[in-house]
């Protein structure tokens, strides 16, 4: 107990989440789920009685984060807290992580987080609780991720979420739409839907083609604040029409496209069981450039899958200097266990693999620096997401429809008068790296509390 606690306070708790933003979402109703048992934050591992952490199982790097993090959490923690660890790494790896990390006092797959804490912390338990459906906490930020299902239908040959997420599980769209307005009206005014699969949305309940007409009902929160629906995480052969012209349409849904491309070699994307090619690909960018010149791009590609041969890695390099995405990442093949790709042969030498990176990097960089460069002087309209911190000074830190929170660049404006949530119309003054500076013109909006 620390010095001036009372006896009766409340047990506190603290998480860690590592991974991707739909495991953010998870936290957050986490956290939701522990402050309805009555257990309080804390502001650190060290004072806190329960320490969760939400793990990542994507990749061998990303498990080893997990492991990682648990046992820096462990030298910390006080004596007498329970150490929980849940998510993707808990779900997968199960009685087998329990038996590697023998500090950790409990291992809680997904059908357990609803009810995280510990009896003896538990105040007003509430029973059973499906984590998808539960609601959250005020968001502190003036945008949020929003998931709209869970788990995923296909079957690509390198991932194994699958496994371990399910098939999907799409939500009622009065279910989603009760969650954005309640963000909506604790002062979120950008809200990021994401999916294992979003454009397959509604497929599970045999109902293709329902996320154009969730953005419709989406979009009606305008009128309580809502801003801005960004999407995350589009298979590219969904996108079309009516998605397409849907997403361009609306005032709420920004022309922000994240593809999840993973190559462009077409003998390649069929050893991953994948759709698609580099000319398909291309032919969807410009498509969509055409009818809106402002849309941005991002996608994500895997270097080094088994089989990957110079030429399918050529047909890449060509790709991304044809297609100009604004932003791309780039990942080294990791083998998960139980997958198709795990038994293909044809491993890719790691040494091979680092080298086709640096020459991926070396071509894509430029290409977004010259993306943000070709902003400097035009007049853009931003969402500050807040003002001042560590990195910043007393700066406010904003972005346009082109960068995804916590994923892409960032404009920083000095000497603006500026609260966080409030749109602003600037002028973008200069780019460093992924970046930009600017100036503000005129405020737009008023901000959050």
């Given at each position: 107990m620390s010095p001036g606690e009372r006896p009766d306070a409340p047990a506190r708790f603290y998480l860690e989440t590592l991974g991707c933003p739909k495991n953010a979402v998870d936290s957050d109703k986490v956290v939701g789920t522990l402050l309805d048992d009555g257990l309080r934050p804390a502001e650190s591992a060290a004072v806190a009685d329960l320490v969760v952490v939400n793990t990542c199982a994507f990749v061998e790097e990303a498990r080893q984060e997990s492991i990682d993090v648990t046992l820096a959490l462990d030298e910390v923690r006080k004596p007498g807290s329970r150490l929980v660890v849940t998510g993707c790494l808990a779900e997968r790896a199960g009685d087998e992580l329990a038996d590697a990390l023998p500090e950790v006092d409990a291992v809680v797959g997904f059908a357990g987080e609803g009810s995280l804490a510990p009896v003896e912390f538990v105040s007003r338990p509430r029973g059973v609780r499906d984590l998808l459906e539960l609601p959250r906490p005020a968001h502190p930020a003036p945008w949020a991720y929003l998931k709209v299902a869970e788990g995923c239908d296909r079957q690509c040959a390198f991932c194994a979420i699958p496994s371990f997420r399910g098939t999907q599980r799409s939500r009622a769209p009065e279910a989603i739409e009760a969650e954005a307005r309640s963000l909506v009206e604790s002062g979120v005014r950008e809200i990021v839907l994401v999916a294992q699969d979003i454009a397959w949305y509604g497929r599970d309940v045999g109902e293709p083609n329902s996320l154009e007409p969730l953005l419709r009902r989406l979009d009606r929160l305008r009128a309580h604040g809502l801003e801005r629906l960004r999407l995350l995480y589009l298979y590219p052969s969904e996108v079309r029409d009516p998605l397409v012209s849907t997403m361009l349409e609306l005032d709420t849904t920004v022309p922000y496209f994240d593809l999840s491309l993973q190559h462009a070699s077409a003998p390649l994307l069929?050893?991953?069981?994948?759709?698609?090619?580099?000319?398909?690909?291309?032919?969807?960018?410009?498509?969509?450039?055409?009818?809106?010149?402002?849309?941005?791009?991002?996608?994500?590609?895997?270097?080094?899958?088994?089989?990957?041969?110079?030429?399918?890695?050529?047909?890449?390099?060509?790709?991304?200097?044809?297609?100009?995405?604004?932003?791309?990442?780039?990942?080294?093949?990791?083998?998960?266990?139980?997958?198709?790709?795990?038994?293909?042969?044809?491993?890719?030498?790691?040494?091979?693999?680092?080298?086709?990176?640096?020459?991926?990097?070396?071509?894509?960089?430029?290409?977004?620096?010259?993306?943000?460069?070709?902003?400097?002087?035009?007049?853009?309209?931003?969402?500050?997401?807040?003002?001042g911190n560590d990195h910043s000074g007393g700066a406010a830190v904003a972005r346009t429809h082109r960068e995804a929170p916590e994923i892409d660049g960032v404009i920083t404006l000095h000497d603006a008068a500026l609260s966080a949530g409030d749109l602003a119309d600037v002028r973008v003054t200069g780019a460093v790296g992924s970046d930009l500076e600017a100036e503000a013109l005129v405020a737009a909006g008023a901000g959050v509390a």
């Open positions: 069929r050893r991953m069981k994948r759709w698609g090619s580099g000319d398909r690909f291309l032919e969807l960018v410009e498509g969509i450039r055409t009818d809106e010149p402002d849309a941005s791009f991002r996608s994500s590609f895997i270097v080094g899958h088994p089989g990957e041969t110079e030429t399918d890695h050529d047909t890449l390099l060509a790709f991304l200097s044809e297609a100009r995405l604004d932003w791309a990442g780039f990942f080294p093949y990791s083998e998960e266990e139980g997958t198709a790709s795990a038994d293909q042969g044809g491993v890719v030498e790691e040494s091979l693999v680092h080298r086709r990176l640096r020459e991926l990097t070396g071509l894509q960089d430029p290409l977004t620096a010259a993306a943000r460069e070709a902003l400097v002087g035009r007049e853009v309209r931003v969402l500050v997401d807040r003002v």
